[in-house]
């Protein structure tokens, strides 16, 4: 009797241990995955005071100092080579999930597709001029008035249209906890060169993982990091750019 109840115990186990076939890497990315959810962090106390104080100054100095000459410039460049208006105002996904309207230079011919469709690199609706914005990254200045109006901050995750937060948070795990910050100028995501058009899931999910990072590691410090060196990245592209020229 109690060899039968063994063996038919024995059976029953096997029966439902039966390992199925998996990638590792799927593997171990769920793990990270997991890691990351469960990890909690709080910021230092005065972190959200600070860096709103910050945000308010450096934003401010901005348009006063660059915007206050930059902006007559690239808007009558904008409306003598193209129709349409000078500044693209488009709803973005913020804090919480809340819609905001984000600023920006329009470099874009006036189409159907925008609120839809992402940018691509050799994309035919991007204009002369708007290619030069989008290289030098002038077209997302505007946004400084969007740190200003407190919808955005200088560094947090990129805000994403809303018909992508709509698609990426049915097809991506915990594509929501990024919304669980305020959206920014720039971000981890940008500074790892993940910046512009999302190609493939893999892609998207690399600058999900970095701005959960982000998100789980936020400090006056790592926000630091992060402005000093998009400001490297820009100055090398548009020194890049220079010398390709000569």
Request: with cysteine.
């Amino acid at each position: 009797m109690n060899q039968n109840a063994t063996l038919e115990f024995t059976l029953e186990r096997t029966d439902i241990v039966q390992p199925a076939p998996s990638n590792i890497s799927n593997i171990r990315f769920m793990f990270q995955e997991i890691n990351q959810l469960y990890l909690e962090h709080k910021p230092a106390a005065y972190y959200y005071t600070a860096k709103r104080i910050l945000d308010i100054i450096l934003s401010s100095l901005f348009v006063l100092l660059i915007m206050s000459w930059v902006t007559p410039i690239l808007a009558l460049l904008i409306k003598v080579t193209s129709k349409g208006p000078v500044f693209f105002i488009q709803k973005r996904t913020g804090l919480f999930g809340a819609e905001f309207d984000c600023y920006k230079f329009r470099t874009m011919y006036v189409n159907d597709e925008a609120n839809t469709t992402q940018v691509s690199i050799n994309d035919k609706r991007i204009t002369l001029v708007g290619r030069f914005l989008r290289i030098t990254h002038l077209d997302e200045t505007p946004q400084f008035f969007n740190v200003l109006l407190g919808d955005m901050s200088i560094v947090g995750p990129r805000p994403h249209m809303l018909y992508h937060t709509q698609h990426y948070s049915e097809c991506i795990p915990y594509y929501n906890l990024r919304l669980e910050v305020k959206p920014g100028m720039t971000g981890m995501a940008q500074i790892k060169d993940y910046i512009g058009e999302i190609n493939g899931e893999r892609e998207l999910r690399k600058r999900i993982q970095w701005d959960i990072y982000y998100m789980k590691n936020r400090s006056m410090l790592l926000d630091a990091q992060i402005l000093l060196t998009t400001i490297g990245k820009v100055f090398e592209k548009a020194f890049s750019m220079v010398s390709s020229k000569k």
